[in-house]
């Protein structure tokens, strides 16, 4: 009788436990429609092999096309991107990356370097969700622990803090009024929504005309935004990887002179590659009446196409990435991302 009251508790528990991951799957967000928040989760289907390792924000999640750089150099490229991702994730997504692969070469876009704190985002009722379409992506691991150690801002550390991340349940449990058809159709499985985490776009919104800001009290960059960036530095040193600096060619928001000249000062310091890509708009050929899809925030395809042309030679001439078309196995995994690509752009382009 003891054994079977044991069993009847232990088959309880067990259903217990898998209505409640049931019911978290199905609350949490599955970012089908709103696509970037799924981009992060995407790279493990995709880890391993990749000689190039993007990291960084929508500027480059929407402005290179690996695909492009594969057709054209035989490049094997992967983009670690999601929105308005900050410093410190950014160095704890390459800390994660390594335990998959060792790229040859690391691409970190700057424009996060504007931000040394969880609270110095502009966007202040937005914080949080942009931690999470970063952060509930990554498997957990020491790295994921880390970063979102680093990313909680003062208003979420005094809710829920890391029991929210751990339990993602705890922090969805209201969205019953908010579910929609996509929750339910992807409650299991997603479909990829980006290529190698490239997010095509093919509207064209051109720029109709010159952005202004306010000019900056101070244009330093912060001590902690610096303390990610050495780290990034050392990590990539000890696994024998290029770390290489860019600034994407996206129009706003402004990228100062003075940060720049912080950039390059820097660059030189730690014997880095570092190259500001607003400065060779006309060799790569940017229209921005064309090749923009917001008016001159990002890029769409065609901008990025012609981009990535451009770095994919800066890849290969100044890095040494080699070109892998002649390895068979690796042509046969990429011929059906490229048949994927663009299948993709002609259906996007058919709806456009």
Same mark, same amino acid.
Not at 202 to 230: H, Q, R
């Given at each position: 009788m003891k054994k079977k009251s044991i069993l009847i508790l232990c088959v309880s528990l067990a259903v217990c436990l898998a209505l409640l991951w049931l019911l978290q799957a199905l609350l949490m967000p599955k970012y089908m429609a709103n696509r970037e928040g799924a981009l992060i989760a995407e790279y493990y289907g995709n880890a391993g092999n990749n000689d190039v390792v993007f990291i960084g924000d929508c500027e480059v999640y929407e402005n290179f096309s690996p695909i492009t750089m594969w057709e054209e150099y035989g490049i094997t490229s992967i983009i670690r991107g999601s929105p308005q991702q900050l410093i410190w994730q950014s160095y704890y997504l390459m800390e994660e990356t390594f335990k998959y692969e060792t790229p040859k070469v690391m691409v970190f876009n700057v424009l996060s370097m504007k931000y040394d704190t969880p609270e110095s985002t502009k966007e202040q009722d937005q914080r949080e969700p942009y931690n999470r379409m970063t952060l509930d992506g990554m498997r957990w691991s020491v790295s994921k622990w880390n970063a979102i150690e680093a990313s909680m801002t003062q208003e979420e550390r005094e809710g829920l803090g890391m029991w929210g991340y751990i339990f993602p349940l705890l922090r969805y449990h209201d969205r019953w009024s908010q579910l929609e058809a996509e929750d339910f159709q992807y409650?299991?499985? =997603?479909?990829?929504?980006?290529?190698? $985490?490239?997010? /095509?776009?093919? $509207?064209?919104?051109? #720029? /109709?005309?010159?952005?202004?800001?306010?000019?900056?009290?101070?244009?330093?960059? $912060?001590?902690?935004?610096?303390?990610?960036?050495? =780290? /990034? #530095?050392?990590?990539? =040193?000890?696994? $024998?990887?290029?770390?290489?600096?860019?600034?994407?060619p996206s129009l706003s928001p402004i990228w100062w002179d003075e940060w720049d000249e912080q950039m390059e000062n820097y660059a030189q310091e730690h014997d880095l590659v570092y190259i500001n890509l607003l400065d060779s708009q006309e060799q790569i050929g940017i229209d921005w009446t064309t090749d923009t899809y917001d008016a001159g925030l990002h890029l769409n395809v065609y901008g990025a196409e012609k981009l990535s042309s451009y770095f994919g030679k800066i890849l290969t001439e100044k890095c040494g990435v080699a070109d892998r078309r002649g390895d068979p196995q690796l042509s046969a995994i990429w011929a059906e991302k490229v048949k994927i690509y663009h299948a993709r752009k002609e259906e996007m382009e058919a709806q456009s």
């Open positions: 409650l299991f499985r =997603k479909e990829q929504i980006s290529d190698n $985490g490239y997010l /095509m776009q093919t $509207g064209v919104k051109p #720029v /109709m005309g010159e952005f202004t800001e306010a000019p900056l009290v101070d244009y330093t960059f $912060g001590e902690n935004s610096y303390y990610y960036l050495d =780290k /990034m #530095v050392e990590l990539c =040193k000890s696994h $024998g990887t290029q770390l290489v600096l860019i600034k994407a």
